[in-house]
C-alpha cells in the first residue's frame, strides 16, 4: 500500500464475526483494538511489529450484547477509528 488504511468491516452490521482489513506502507508497531461505546476494551486483536503489506483479521463477537463497537487502528503516528454494529 502506497499508504496507511483501515477499511471499513464488512459485513457491517454483523453477526457474530466480522472482517476487518488495513495496511501499512513500512513496517511499523500495530495495534488494533475494538472498544465499546463507553470507550471500554473489550478485544485486542492486533499488538506487534508488522511489516509493509495488507493485513485481514477476523473478530468473533459472540460473547458480546448486540451494540455500536468501535474499531481503532494505532500505527505510529495514524489513528483511525471505524464504527462497526452488532446485529444478534
Known amino acids: 500500500p502506497i499508504e496507511i488504511f483501515l477499511k471499513q468491516n464488512y459485513p457491517n452490521p454483523f453477526n457474530p464475526s466480522t472482517t476487518l482489513e488495513f495496511g501499512i506502507p513500512e513496517s511499523k508497531f500495530v495495534t488494533l483494538?475494538?472498544?465499546?461505546?463507553?470507550?471500554?476494551?473489550?478485544?485486542?486483536?492486533?499488538?506487534?511489529?508488522?511489516?509493509?503489506?495488507?493485513?485481514?483479521?477476523t473478530w468473533k463477537a459472540e460473547q458480546l450484547p448486540s451494540g455500536?463497537?468501535?474499531?481503532?487502528?494505532?500505527?505510529?503516528?495514524?489513528?483511525?477509528?471505524?464504527?462497526m454494529i452488532l446485529l444478534k
Open 33 to 57: 483494538v475494538v472498544y465499546n461505546l463507553l470507550g471500554e476494551q473489550v478485544d485486542l486483536l492486533v499488538k506487534e511489529n508488522l511489516s509493509s503489506g495488507n493485513y485481514s483479521v
Open 68 to 83: 455500536i463497537y468501535l474499531c481503532k487502528l494505532i500505527a505510529g503516528n495514524y489513528i483511525e477509528t471505524k464504527k
